[in-house]
Protein backbone atom coordinates (compact mmCIF):
# COMPACT_ATOMS: atom_id res chain seq x y z
CA UNK A 1 0.00 0.00 0.00
CA UNK A 2 1.08 3.33 -1.14
CA UNK A 3 2.32 5.72 2.05
CA UNK A 4 0.97 8.16 -0.09
CA UNK A 5 -2.89 7.62 -1.53
CA UNK A 6 -4.93 10.51 -3.59
CA UNK A 7 -8.45 10.83 -5.21
CA UNK A 8 -9.55 10.98 -7.53
CA UNK A 9 -7.13 9.17 -9.96
CA UNK A 10 -8.42 11.15 -12.86
CA UNK A 11 -11.54 13.84 -12.75
CA UNK A 12 -12.91 15.72 -15.57
CA UNK A 13 -14.84 18.37 -15.28
CA UNK A 14 -16.44 21.72 -16.90
CA UNK A 15 -15.34 24.71 -17.07
CA UNK A 16 -16.21 26.94 -13.62
CA UNK A 17 -16.80 23.76 -11.70
CA UNK A 18 -14.87 23.75 -8.47
CA UNK A 19 -12.61 21.06 -8.31
CA UNK A 20 -11.70 18.88 -4.74
CA UNK A 21 -8.39 16.19 -4.81
CA UNK A 22 -7.87 14.51 -2.35
CA UNK A 23 -4.88 13.11 -0.14
CA UNK A 24 -4.23 10.55 2.52
CA UNK A 25 -1.50 9.71 4.25
CA UNK A 26 -0.45 6.85 6.63
CA UNK A 27 2.97 8.46 8.33
CA UNK A 28 3.69 11.15 10.83
CA UNK A 29 4.94 14.16 8.61
CA UNK A 30 6.67 17.45 9.26
CA UNK A 31 4.93 18.93 5.69
CA UNK A 32 3.08 17.97 2.74
CA UNK A 33 3.71 20.23 -0.47
CA UNK A 34 0.87 20.18 -3.67
CA UNK A 35 2.80 19.40 -6.71
CA UNK A 36 1.83 20.28 -10.43
CA UNK A 37 3.13 18.60 -13.63
CA UNK A 38 1.90 19.77 -17.34
CA UNK A 39 1.79 17.51 -20.43
CA UNK A 40 5.78 18.46 -20.73
CA UNK A 41 7.03 17.09 -17.60
CA UNK A 42 7.54 19.76 -15.65
CA UNK A 43 6.72 20.89 -12.25
CA UNK A 44 5.34 23.40 -10.10
CA UNK A 45 5.32 23.27 -6.34
CA UNK A 46 1.93 25.60 -5.52
CA UNK A 47 2.01 24.95 -1.89
CA UNK A 48 3.93 23.61 1.10
CA UNK A 49 2.10 23.31 4.22
CA UNK A 50 2.39 22.05 7.46
CA UNK A 51 -0.90 23.11 9.32
CA UNK A 52 -4.30 24.87 8.54
CA UNK A 53 -4.77 25.91 5.19
CA UNK A 54 -2.98 28.12 2.16
CA UNK A 55 -4.61 30.17 -0.45
CA UNK A 56 -2.82 31.44 -3.62
CA UNK A 57 -4.95 33.10 -6.37
CA UNK A 58 -7.73 30.39 -7.50
CA UNK A 59 -5.95 27.36 -5.49
CA UNK A 60 -6.68 26.60 -1.82
CA UNK A 61 -4.97 23.95 0.07
CA UNK A 62 -5.86 22.61 3.62
CA UNK A 63 -4.47 20.18 6.00
CA UNK A 64 -5.36 18.17 8.61
CA UNK A 65 -2.66 16.49 10.56
CA UNK A 66 -4.64 14.68 13.19
CA UNK A 67 -6.69 12.91 10.15
CA UNK A 68 -3.42 12.36 8.13
CA UNK A 69 -5.58 14.48 5.21
CA UNK A 70 -5.11 17.21 2.58
CA UNK A 71 -7.08 18.54 0.05
CA UNK A 72 -6.56 20.77 -2.94
CA UNK A 73 -9.28 22.84 -3.82
CA UNK A 74 -9.64 25.07 -7.26
CA UNK A 75 -12.21 27.79 -8.25
CA UNK A 76 -13.75 28.81 -11.43
CA UNK A 77 -12.05 25.85 -12.77
CA UNK A 78 -10.52 26.74 -16.63
CA UNK A 79 -8.62 24.56 -19.34
CA UNK A 80 -5.30 25.71 -18.21
CA UNK A 81 -5.50 24.10 -14.93
CA UNK A 82 -5.91 20.64 -16.53
CA UNK A 83 -2.25 18.47 -15.14
CA UNK A 84 -1.58 16.10 -13.21
CA UNK A 85 -1.35 16.93 -9.26
CA UNK A 86 0.32 15.44 -6.85
CA UNK A 87 0.61 15.15 -2.90
CA UNK A 88 4.16 14.70 -1.47
CA UNK A 89 5.27 14.77 1.81
CA UNK A 90 7.97 14.95 4.34
CA UNK A 91 8.17 12.44 7.14
CA UNK A 92 8.69 13.09 10.67
CA UNK A 93 11.71 10.26 10.69
CA UNK A 94 14.07 14.02 10.46
CA UNK A 95 15.28 12.92 6.77
CA UNK A 96 14.20 15.51 4.03
CA UNK A 97 12.49 12.88 1.63
CA UNK A 98 9.60 13.12 -0.39
CA UNK A 99 7.06 10.05 -0.84
CA UNK A 100 4.93 11.25 -3.58
CA UNK A 101 1.27 10.26 -4.26
CA UNK A 102 0.47 9.08 -7.82
CA UNK A 103 -1.01 12.12 -8.78
CA UNK A 104 -4.67 12.86 -9.94
CA UNK A 105 -4.78 13.54 -13.64
CA UNK A 106 -7.09 17.11 -13.94
CA UNK A 107 -8.76 17.58 -17.39
CA UNK A 108 -10.93 21.54 -17.79
CA UNK A 109 -13.37 20.81 -20.39
CA UNK A 110 -14.33 24.57 -22.14
CA UNK B 1 10.59 32.84 -7.04
CA UNK B 2 13.34 30.14 -7.11
CA UNK B 3 14.30 28.64 -10.74
CA UNK B 4 15.84 25.40 -11.38
CA UNK B 5 17.15 24.51 -14.86
CA UNK B 6 17.72 21.13 -16.42
CA UNK B 7 20.03 20.73 -19.82
CA UNK B 8 19.24 19.29 -22.00
CA UNK B 9 15.42 18.98 -21.97
CA UNK B 10 15.41 16.24 -24.11
CA UNK B 11 18.22 13.47 -25.36
CA UNK B 12 17.91 10.56 -27.35
CA UNK B 13 21.29 8.40 -27.46
CA UNK B 14 22.66 4.83 -28.54
CA UNK B 15 22.55 2.15 -26.40
CA UNK B 16 26.27 1.82 -24.71
CA UNK B 17 27.12 5.48 -24.66
CA UNK B 18 26.68 7.77 -21.42
CA UNK B 19 24.52 10.81 -21.38
CA UNK B 20 25.27 13.73 -18.98
CA UNK B 21 22.15 15.98 -17.38
CA UNK B 22 22.86 19.11 -15.72
CA UNK B 23 20.90 20.35 -13.11
CA UNK B 24 21.54 24.15 -12.14
CA UNK B 25 19.91 26.37 -9.72
CA UNK B 26 19.60 29.84 -10.97
CA UNK B 27 19.19 32.29 -8.86
CA UNK B 28 19.84 30.89 -5.18
CA UNK B 29 21.83 28.33 -3.71
CA UNK B 30 21.06 24.96 -2.79
CA UNK B 31 22.54 22.84 -0.16
CA UNK B 32 21.13 19.85 -1.35
CA UNK B 33 19.61 18.55 -4.65
CA UNK B 34 17.23 15.65 -5.26
CA UNK B 35 17.57 13.05 -8.18
CA UNK B 36 14.09 11.99 -9.24
CA UNK B 37 12.82 9.36 -12.15
CA UNK B 38 9.86 8.79 -13.59
CA UNK B 39 8.24 6.10 -15.87
CA UNK B 40 5.03 6.81 -18.06
CA UNK B 41 2.07 7.41 -15.73
CA UNK B 42 3.92 6.46 -12.71
CA UNK B 43 4.83 8.40 -9.92
CA UNK B 44 8.58 10.17 -8.95
CA UNK B 45 10.98 7.97 -7.86
CA UNK B 46 13.65 9.37 -5.74
CA UNK B 47 17.28 8.11 -7.08
CA UNK B 48 19.46 9.71 -4.93
CA UNK B 49 20.13 12.79 -2.96
CA UNK B 50 23.16 15.14 -3.81
CA UNK B 51 25.01 17.01 -1.01
CA UNK B 52 27.67 19.84 -2.18
CA UNK B 53 30.93 18.88 -1.97
CA UNK B 54 29.88 14.97 -0.58
CA UNK B 55 28.85 12.06 -1.43
CA UNK B 56 25.70 11.11 -3.19
CA UNK B 57 23.27 9.15 -1.06
CA UNK B 58 21.50 6.77 -3.43
CA UNK B 59 18.57 4.93 -2.54
CA UNK B 60 17.57 1.36 -2.60
CA UNK B 61 18.09 -0.27 -5.66
CA UNK B 62 19.81 2.49 -7.88
CA UNK B 63 23.05 1.79 -8.92
CA UNK B 64 25.79 4.01 -7.78
CA UNK B 65 28.15 2.93 -10.47
CA UNK B 66 25.57 3.45 -12.72
CA UNK B 67 24.13 6.84 -12.21
CA UNK B 68 27.28 8.88 -11.20
CA UNK B 69 26.10 12.16 -9.26
CA UNK B 70 28.66 15.16 -8.39
CA UNK B 71 27.92 18.11 -6.98
CA UNK B 72 30.46 20.23 -7.35
CA UNK B 73 29.38 23.50 -6.51
CA UNK B 74 26.13 24.96 -4.38
CA UNK B 75 24.31 26.03 -7.93
CA UNK B 76 25.15 22.81 -10.26
CA UNK B 77 24.54 19.31 -9.79
CA UNK B 78 25.15 16.83 -12.75
CA UNK B 79 24.02 12.75 -13.35
CA UNK B 80 25.59 11.06 -15.89
CA UNK B 81 23.81 7.72 -16.89
CA UNK B 82 27.15 5.72 -17.88
CA UNK B 83 26.04 2.49 -20.33
CA UNK B 84 23.14 3.92 -20.91
CA UNK B 85 20.57 0.93 -22.34
CA UNK B 86 17.17 1.24 -23.18
CA UNK B 87 15.67 0.27 -20.04
CA UNK B 88 16.94 3.74 -18.60
CA UNK B 89 14.85 5.59 -21.19
CA UNK B 90 12.55 7.29 -18.57
CA UNK B 91 11.81 11.27 -17.45
CA UNK B 92 15.12 12.41 -15.15
CA UNK B 93 13.88 15.67 -12.86
CA UNK B 94 16.22 16.93 -10.39
CA UNK B 95 15.11 19.40 -7.04
CA UNK B 96 17.09 21.99 -5.06
CA UNK B 97 16.43 22.21 -1.78
CA UNK B 98 16.64 26.12 -0.44
CA UNK B 99 17.21 25.65 3.64
CA UNK B 100 20.56 25.18 5.92
CA UNK B 101 21.59 21.49 5.49
CA UNK B 102 20.69 19.54 8.54
CA UNK B 103 18.40 22.02 9.47
CA UNK B 104 14.32 20.89 9.91
CA UNK B 105 13.16 18.81 7.34
CA UNK B 106 10.05 20.79 8.24
CA UNK B 107 11.34 24.02 6.73
CA UNK B 108 12.61 22.77 3.38
CA UNK B 109 11.16 24.12 0.10
CA UNK B 110 12.25 22.03 -3.03
CA UNK B 111 12.04 23.68 -6.32
CA UNK B 112 12.41 21.48 -9.56
CA UNK B 113 13.40 21.36 -12.56
CA UNK B 114 11.61 20.75 -16.18
CA UNK B 115 13.05 17.33 -16.59
CA UNK B 116 15.05 15.93 -18.86
CA UNK B 117 13.59 13.03 -21.38
CA UNK B 118 16.27 10.72 -21.71
CA UNK B 119 15.61 7.91 -24.91
CA UNK B 120 18.26 5.56 -25.68
CA UNK B 121 17.59 3.75 -28.47
Known amino acids: KNEVEQSPQNLTAQEGEFITINCSYS?????LHWLQQHPGGGIVSLFMLSSGKKKHGRLIATINIQEKHSSLHITASHPRDSAVYIC????????????FGTGTRLTIIP | GAVVSQHPSWVICKSGTSVKIECRSL??????MFWYRQFPKQSLMLMAT?????????EQGVEKDKFLINHASLTLSTLTVTSAHPEDSSFYIC?????????????????FGPGTRLTVL
Open chain 2, 95 to 111: SARIGLAGGPSGTDTQY
Open chain 2, 27 to 32: DFQATT
Open chain 1, 88 to 99: AHISNFGNEKLT
Open chain 1, 27 to 31: VGISA
Open chain 2, 50 to 58: SNEGSKATY
